[in-house]
C-alpha cells in the first residue's frame, strides 16, 4: 500500500525572507528619500551659490582647492574605470568593488546631516556650490537661507568619496585580509578593533595636517578638549579621528567579510533567489546602498547628536574668515557663530539676534559680541600652540 503525503500547509510554503531583501528594502527606501531631497533642493530656492564673502581665501590657497578638485576629480574617474568599467568589460560584471563605488557616488548625500542640530561642520565656499539639501531635510534645525547655508561643494564631495573613501576602504579592507592571513586565529571582533586603531592613526594625518590646513573643511565646533592646533582655523579635536576610522572600519569590514559565495553580509541569500542577472544586480545595488548608508549612520548620527546639539565655540582665526562661515553667522550677519553661553537654535526663527552695536546680552549675563571678518589677508595654517590636552 502507497502512503498518500498530505499537501504542505500554506505557513510551510511561506518563503523566508533573506537578509538581502531586508536590505535591498531599506536601500530602496532610502534612495526614494534622498530622491525627493535632491529633487526640491534643485527645484527650489535654495539651490544658489554661498559666496566666499568679504574675505578672499589666501592665493596659495585658491591654488590648492582647484588643483585638489582637478585631482580628486581625476583620482574618482580612475576609480570607476578600474573597479566598476573594467571588470564590467572582462566578462565579470558588477563586482562587490563596482558596487561599492556606485554607492560612494551616492552616499554623500547625508555629509552635511551632522550640522542637523547645529553648526559645527563647514566646508570652504570658495570651491563650487550650489548651497545643500539640508534645508529640505524634515525639521531640520540649524539656519539654513538661500545663500547662507551649509556648503556642500559639488564636485568635489563626490570626488572626495570616490576616490578617498573608496581608496580608505580597500586600505583598510587588505590590512584585515593581512592580519587575517598572519594570526588565522583571531576573531572577527579583535581584527575588526585592530583595524579601528590602524584607521584612527591614518586619519590623523590626512585631515588634521593635509586637508584641514589647506582649507578644505573644517571643524570649529567639534570640542575643545585633546585638539590638535586648537587656535587655528584647522582645530582638529582627536575624537574626530575615532568617528572618522569607525566609518573606515564599516566599509573596510563590510568589504572583507564574505560567506563562501562571496557575499557581503548585504548580498546574504541572494544565491538562492531565482532572478535575472539584470534583477539581480538592481537587488545588489539596493542591498548594499541601504549597508553603506547604514555605515554612514554609525558615522554621523553620534556627531550629530552629541556634538551639533552642543556645539562649541568656533575658533577666532576661523571667524574672521568669511569663506568657512557660509553666511550662517558671524561678520556681515546679526547672528553669532557657536560660543560659549549661548542657547541651541531650534530653526531660524529661535536663532538670537544681535543688535545694531553686533552685541547680545546671553542667558548668563555675559554680553557676546560679534567677530569682524578680516576683509585683507589672514594668517597662514598651523599658528598657536600645537596641541591642547
Known sequence: MVAIKSPPSPAATVRKLQPVQWWAGFGAVTFAFVAYLMIRWVTGPNFERVPVGPSDPPTAMKVVLVAGEILLAITAIIVVYWFLVRPWRRGRGLT???????????????????????????????????????AEVPGWNSYAAPGA???????????????????????VSKLMGWMRRRWPHWSRPRI?????????????????????????????????????????????????????????????????FRNDRGETVAERGLSTMSLSTGRKNLVRFFAMFGAANAVMLIYVLPATIFIGSHASEWPKDLQQRSYFLGGVCGGGTDRLCPGAGQPNPRGNDSIPRTGPDGTLRLPNGEVAKIIPVVPGKTGGPFSGPAFRP
Open 192 to 256: 575588526v578593533l585592530t583595524a579601528f586603531v590602524a584607521g584612527f592613526l591614518l586619519d590623523i594625518p590626512i585631515e588634521a595636517f593635509a586637508f584641514m590646513p589647506l582649507g578644505f573643511w573644517e571643524f570649529p565646533g567639534a570640542g575643545h578638549d585633546l585638539v590638535i592646533f586648537p587656535d587655528s582655523y584647522h582645530a582638529f579635536p582627536l575624537h574626530l579621528a575615532a568617528l572618522a576610522s569607525a566609518l573606515w572600519t564599516g566599509f573596510g569590514a563590510l568589504r572583507f
Open 96 to 134: 562587490t568593488d563596482g558596487l561599492l563605488v556606485l554607492c560612494f557616488a551616492s552616499v554623500w548625500w547625508i555629509d552635511p546631516v551632522g550640522n542637523y542640530f547645529g553648526h559645527w561642520i563647514v566646508y570652504n565656499s570658495y570651491l563650487p556650490n550650489m548651497g545643500s539639501w539640508v
Open 149 to 171: 547655508t551649509t556648503v556642500e561643494p559639488f564636485p568635489f564631495l563626490p570626488g572626495m568619496y570616490i576616490s578617498l573613501f573608496f581608496l580608505m576602504t580597500v586600505v
